[in-house]
């Protein structure tokens, strides 16, 4: 199984993204998505990605009780997220952080990213000094990689990047369909990756699944 050429801990090119779970009954289904897991992790792969507010807060618990009660911690390595409604001041993160770590039932993440990174929260997180205050999740052992996961035009990126060099790794939307989109700006995202040196994860590669079926046209 291929590693990460920046992350050797990462096993193979793919991640298990859980904002999109199987439900039953308007609850996770443990039971597929256990299954979904096991597949994945006995074909050598070993990065799940989540966030409090997928599922409304589910996706951190289907995770405890799918993944971690069932798998060594060293089997799996786990996402998680600071995302903008969650906190209001900077006194908030911690114990919304730690309330995380509690609902995945891990003792650490191995990412932890700044949530939907876009001009306007990136004022607020700035404000708020959600940074460095993750950052020290860093100094303290409970989060192994800091990042951020971003959605905007490829100026505020490298705003962002520039201001923050100790971000080690983000996370773009990158698909065909956006890669010249003027909304999105995948490719020119790309390049400022690039000219940081910051390995990038890739979210969205399907567009939520809309380009799994091509028209018929493109057969």
Known sequence: MKQSKFFPEINGNFGFGCMRLPMKDGEV????????ADAF??????YFDTAHGYLNGKSETAIRDCVAKRYDRSRFLLTDKLTDPYFKKQEDIRPFFLSQLE?????YFDFYLMHAQDKANYEKFTRCKAYETAYA?????????????????????DRILTEHPEIEIVQ????????????VESRKVYEVCEKHSKPVIVMEPV??????????EAD
Do not use: T, W
């Not at 289904?29 to 979904?36: I, L, N, V």
């Not at 192994?144 to 996961?149: A, N």
């Open 103 to 107: 609902l995945c039932g891990v003792d």
């Open 29 to 36: 289904d443990y039971g597929e998505f256990s299954r979904m």
């Open 172 to 183: 773009i939307q990158f698909n065909y369909v956006d890669y010249e989109d003027a909304s």
């Open 207 to 216: 567009k939520g699944g809309s380009l799994v079926n091509l028209p018929k």
């Open 41 to 46: 992790i006995d074909a050598g792969f070993n």
């Open 137 to 157: 999740f860093k100094e303290e052992g409970l989060i192994r990689h800091f990042g951020i996961s971003f959605h905007d035009k490829a100026d505020v990126l």
